[in-house]
C-alpha cells in the first residue's frame, strides 16, 4: 500500500497523459468508489433495469420461472379500473396535500424567522417532531386518534360542541382520504418548514432594517424583499415536497390498509396489494407494470417541473441582471 | 449541485441583530408575547397525538376510552410489560437496533469514501457519476421494491437481519455522500501535502488525517441514516412478510395493531417503546437533523 505513489490531488493534473494513465493514477479514486457502486449497482440500478424485464413476464414470485408475456401487462394497466382509480386518487392527494403544506409551512417559517422571538427554537423543535418520527407508527396512534367511539378527536369536537354525533374519520369513504392527507400534512410539514426557514434566512437581515427605516409595514415588506428573494428557492422547495408527497405508503397503510372500500388506495398501496397482500395469487409480473408506468410518469411529472425550475431562475437571473445595468 | 458545508447551523442570525432603540423595544416585547401566546396553544396540539400516545400507555383501557385527558390516574406499568414480552416488541426493538446499527456503520464509511474522493479529486467518469448520483434522487421507493425482494430472495438472505440491512444499505444515500463531498472539498489543499510529507499513502491520508477532520459531516450523515433506518417501512414489511420474528418495530407494530385491535394501551406501549429512542436522539442532537434536512434544499 505504502509503495503506491499518491493520486494528484484536486486540481492541476496534466493533460498530456493518456487516459490508461490517468485511469491508473487514480485507481484509488476507484476502489474508494467501489463499495458504494457495488450497492448502489444492486439495490438501485439493477433493480430499475429488472422491474421493466419483470413487468413484460407473468410471475407469482412463488415459482422461480418467469413466463415472458410481452406488452400484455401494459395492455392490461391500461385497461385496468382499479388502476386508474388509485391514479386518480394519487392525483387528488398531492392536489390536496403539497399546496397545503407548503402554505402551512411557509406561515410557520416566516413567524418562526423572526429573531426577537425569543421561543422559536422551542416552537420549532414541536413543529418539525412529526417528521423524525416513524411514520406507520404515528398512522397507528392516528388511527386510535381518530376512532369514531373512543377517540380523543370525537371526544375533543363532542365536548367544544362542534358536533352532535362522532364522525368516522376513517372509516367514511368520502371521509377518509381527506384525513389521511390532514395527517399527511401534520407529519411532514416540519420539513417544508425548515426548507423554507433556510430560504429565508438567505434575505440580508438590513433589507428588513432597511425597509423598517421607510416605514414599510410588515405586509409590504414582505411582499417587496422576502417574495422576490426566496422566490428561487421556491421552486425547488415546491418540487421536493411534490416528490415527498408521493411516498404515501407508510402512513396510508398503517391507517386505513387502502380501505373503506378502496377509497385510499392510492397507487403505491395497489402495488402492493397486488404484489405482496393478496389474498389470490400475487402478481408481481403485473405490479411491476403497474409500478414501471407510474414510475414514468412521475418522471415525465418531475423532469418537467425541473425543467420550469431552471426557465424560472433562468428569468429570475435576466431580470435581476437588467435591474443592475 | 453545490453541497452545504455543514458549518452554518440553520438557526437565524441573532448574534448580527444589534440592539433595537428602546421604544421600539418595548413595542416589539408586546408583540412577542402575543405571537407566544397565539403559538404555543398551536404547538401543543400539534404534539398531543404523542403526549396521549405517552399517556395512555400508562392507562388501563377502560380509562383510555372517550378521553382526550393525557395523565394517568394511577400508571399501568403492566402494559409495557405486555407489549414487550407478549407482542414479541421485545425482540422487535433488538432487530431495529441491529438492523440499524449496522446500516448506519456501513452507509457513513461507504458514503463518506466515494464523497471524498467526489471532493477532492479528479478521475474520469465523475462527471457521470455524479449525474447518476442525482438522478437516483427523484426515484419512487415503491418502483424497486419488487425487484429488492426478488433480489434479495436470490441472494439467499431472506432469512436474515442481514438481508435487510444490505437492502436498507443500498438505497443510494445522496444526500450524505453529497454532504460528504461538500465537506472534504473545502478542507485546505496544505493537508494533502503535510500528509505526503509525513509519508502517508492515499488510504492513510483518508483515514488518519481527513476523515477526524469531518465529524460534524459524519453526526449529519449518521443522524440521517439513522432517521431514514429506524422509520423504515416498506423495506422491511416486504422482507419480513414470511418470517414474523425478523420484524422491525415498525412493521411490528403495524401487526400489533391488525391483530389485537383492542389492546390500545397495550398498542400505545408498543408505539412508546418504537418512538421514544428517536425523539430522545432528536432532542439532543436537533442541530444535526436540522442540517441533514436543510441539506436538501441548499443543494
Redesign the interface.
Known sequence: MATLRQVGPLTGSGSATTLRERLWNARWCYVFMLPSVVLGAMFTLYPMVSSWYISFTDWSGIESEKRFVGLDNYREVAGDDAFWSAFGRTFAFTAAAVPAMLILALLAAVVLNDASLRMRAVFRTMFFLPVVTTTAIVGVVMSLIMNPFDGPLNAALLNLGIIDQPVDFLGDPDLAMWSVAGVFVWKWMGMSMIYWLVALQTVPQELYEAARVDGANRWQTHRSITVPMITPFAVVIILITFVGALQTFPLVQAMTQGGPAFATELVELYIYRLAFAADYTPRLGYASAVAVFFGVTVLIFTLAQAWGVRRANAMQKDVKGGERR | MTVPTTSAP?????A??TAPPLRRKRH?WRR?II??LI??PI??I??Y??L??VG?SLKTDTE?????SILPEDPQWENYSRAWYEANIGPYFWNTIFITVATIA?VT???A??G???G?????GKKA?VV?LIA?L??????????????INQLGLSGSLWGII??E????HVIQ?MLFAGYF?QLP?EL??AA?ID?A???R??WTVMLPLAKPAIATAIILSL?RV??S??IPL?LT?PQPELRT???G??S??GENMTD?SG??AA?TI??LP??IV??LL?RY??EG??G???G
Do not use: H, K
Open positions: 440553520v438557526e437565524p442570525a441573532t448580527t441583530v416589539g412577542e405571537v407566544s403559538l404555543l404547538c401543543l400539534w404534539i397525538p404523542f396521549w400516545m395512555s383510555i376510552f372517550g378521553s382526550m456501513i464509511i461507504t458514503t469514501m466515494i471524498y474522493v467526489i477532492r479529486y479528479p478521475f474520469p457519476l447518476v437516483t427523484f426515484l419512487p421507493e415503491g418502483y424497486t421494491i419488487i425487484p429488492v425482494f426478488d433480489l444490505l437492502a444499505s443500498g438505497g443510494a455522500i472539498r489543499r494533502d501535502e505526503r509519508g499513502g492515499f488510504v491520508t483518508f432517521m429506524w422509520n417501512f416498506l416486504v412478510l418495530l415498525a412493521v407494530v403495524y400489533f395493531q390500545w398498542m400505545a408505539s418504537a418512538l428517536i425523539v432528536f432532542l436537533q437533523f436540522v434536512v436543510a436538501a434544499v441548499r
